[in-house]
């Protein structure tokens, strides 16, 4: 469980905004929290916490789906994306002797 959600809470300063659990696999939906929607002196930012490919307890379709719909979102936002930040779990990295394919594109 690398805290996606809870990183999402810290950089809102807010507790409950993302729903977070000690177990990965938590986030099953691509969730998208506009900021500075109301604040016309700073760029209007979106944060999305997407579930986590990597680790979570998921059938392969639904896994398959996850990617994808990654995958898709990427390619169409890619253009007006200025920052992309993908958190790795070190101990994921770990077990599987490396960073795999999705975690290298």
């Keep these: 469980n690398v805290g996606k959600s809870s990183l999402v809470n810290s950089l809102l300063h807010r507790s409950c905004v993302?729903?977070?659990?000690?177990?990965?696999?938590h986030t099953t939906r691509f969730h998208f929290y506009p900021l500075n929607e109301k604040h016309?002196?700073?760029?209007?930012?979106?944060l999305v916490d997407v579930p986590g490919i990597g680790v979570a307890?998921?059938?392969?379709d639904q896994l398959d789906h996850?990617?994808?719909t990654l995958y898709r979102y990427m390619r169409v936002r890619g253009p007006t994306l200025r920052g992309i930040f993908h958190l790795v779990?070190?101990?994921a990295i770990e077990r599987t002797k490396g960073l795999t394919s999705l975690d290298l594109e």
């Design 18 to 25: 993302a729903s977070v659990a000690a177990t990965p696999g």
């Design 40 to 46: 016309s002196l700073f760029p209007k930012l979106t």
């Design 57 to 60: 307890v998921a059938d392969e």
């Design 66 to 68: 996850w990617k994808s």
């Design 89 to 91: 779990n070190c101990k």
